[in-house]
């Protein structure tokens, strides 16, 4: 038996509650946010799915606890390859399925929050401007 030392008795790490969550969201349809994963035909690697050591091996700790875990790709699977660190603002700004690219002079970026990082601009103050000539 491997002892990894992140699940003792009434404490568990946060990086093995972060693996918990995935395995949960991904295969058990009573979790608030299964439609969204597992129900939506993400799901866990097999390799991360049995095993824990598996999973810290290929990822490593949690970095800090401003970190989750985002997949790259939004609509591929929990994996080696596919999953990153990365703190709340980096995942929400840049890897959601909803977001549209934005092209400004010739430069396409990711989301329009992308675009107002590289210039500096708020996006509130852009997408009030976008309201007010969409007329919303």
């Given at each position: 038996?491997?002892t990894?030392?992140?699940?003792?008795t009434?404490?568990a790490?946060?990086t093995?509650?972060?693996?918990?969550?995935?395995?949960?969201?991904c295969?058990d349809?009573k979790s608030?946010?299964?439609?969204?994963?597992?129900?939506?035909?993400?799901c866990?690697s097999?390799?991360?799915?049995?095993s824990f050591?598996t999973?810290?091996?290929?990822m490593?700790?949690?970095p800090?606890?401003?970190?989750?875990i985002d997949?790259i790709d939004?609509?591929?699977?929990?994996?080696?390859?596919n999953?990153?660190?990365?703190?709340?603002?980096?995942?929400?700004?840049?890897?959601?399925?909803?977001?549209?690219?934005?092209?400004?002079?010739?430069v396409?970026?990711p989301s329009?929050?992308a675009?107002?990082r590289q210039?500096?601009?708020?996006?509130?103050?852009?997408?009030?401007?976008?309201n007010?000539v969409?007329?919303k």
């Amino acid at each position: 038996m491997v002892t990894h030392g992140h699940k003792r008795t009434g404490k568990a790490s946060p990086t093995y509650k972060i693996w918990l969550g995935i395995k949960r969201r991904c295969s058990d349809p009573k979790s608030k946010d299964f439609a969204k994963y597992g129900g939506n035909g993400i799901c866990v690697s097999d390799e991360w799915n049995s095993s824990f050591v598996t999973f810290l091996n290929d990822m490593g700790e949690r970095p800090s606890l401003a970190h989750t875990i985002d997949r790259i790709d939004p609509t591929g699977n929990y994996e080696a390859g596919n999953c990153r660190w990365a703190t709340r603002f980096e995942q929400g700004a840049e890897n959601k399925r909803s977001l549209r690219s934005v092209t400004i002079d010739g430069v396409t970026y990711p989301s329009i929050r992308a675009a107002c990082r590289q210039f500096g601009i708020s996006p509130t103050t852009v997408n009030m401007s976008l309201n007010i000539v969409t007329g919303k």
